[in-house]
């Protein structure tokens, strides 16, 4: 089981934003309870957020998205459809503000820097809707891949390696 990293264990050289922020195809949250990712069962159930909004809004898509991230300041998300399949089952997405005084940096995973962890129940502030996933992305510069089933394993492998060969496959997809 990990460490819980409390708001005061923040390193003092990570500036403590003043909101962080979630994205979600949910819109009628009421509270953020921790849960387990399943991308990562290793780690202890959290509510997961960043204070970097273009992150936040990129994971409104993680319903669709099979991969995704940085790699060299790129953001990308890579879906398994086609466009057109999933420009159809686009329902838009929702941005939650959160208070951010239960919430630490999830040091050493994820977005490093870029994604705190509250392990306590949490009340959003606000929601902000948006009528299409597609049009954010692209909209903010992330790098939008429709991929196949076969790509989805090749790129899992190349997360988990060298960020040039991965940006070099993300390059020969455009």
Same mark, same amino acid.
């Given at each position: 089981m990990? *460490?819980?990293? !409390? ?9 403590r ?13 009421v ?11 290793? *780690?202890? +159930? +959290? #509510? ?12 409104? +898509? ?26 159809? $089952? ?13 919430? +630490? ?11 705190? #962890? ?7 502030l606000? #929601? &902000? ?5 597609y049009?954010?992305?692209?909209? !903010? ?12 394993? &090749?790129?899992? !492998?190349? !997360?988990?390696?060298?960020? &040039? ?8 997809? $455009?």
């Amino acid at each position: 089981m990990n *460490e819980k990293l !409390q708001p005061e264990t923040v390193d003092s050289k990570i500036e403590r934003p003043p909101y962080v922020y979630h994205g979600s195809v949910d819109g009628d949250v009421v509270t953020f309870v921790p849960r387990s990712a399943t991308e990562r069962p290793d *780690e202890e +159930a +959290a #509510v997961y957020a960043s204070p970097n909004i273009e992150i936040a809004k990129q994971s409104m +898509a993680n319903r669709f998205v099979t991969n995704g991230g940085v790699v060299n300041g790129r953001h990308f998300v890579c879906i398994p459809l086609t466009k057109e399949n999933f420009i159809k $089952k686009d329902t838009g997405g929702y941005l939650y503000k959160l208070p951010c005084d239960s919430f +630490a940096p999830n040091e050493g995973r994820g977005f490093g820097d870029d994604e705190w #962890v509250s392990y306590e129940d949490v009340h959003p502030l606000s #929601v &902000e809707y948006f009528p299409s996933l597609y049009d954010v992305l692209i909209g !903010q510069g992330t790098e939008v891949y429709f991929i196949t089933s076969k790509q989805v394993g &090749e790129i899992e !492998q190349l !997360q988990d390696g060298d960020p &040039e060969e991965l940006e070099r496959y993300l390059n020969a997809l $455009k």
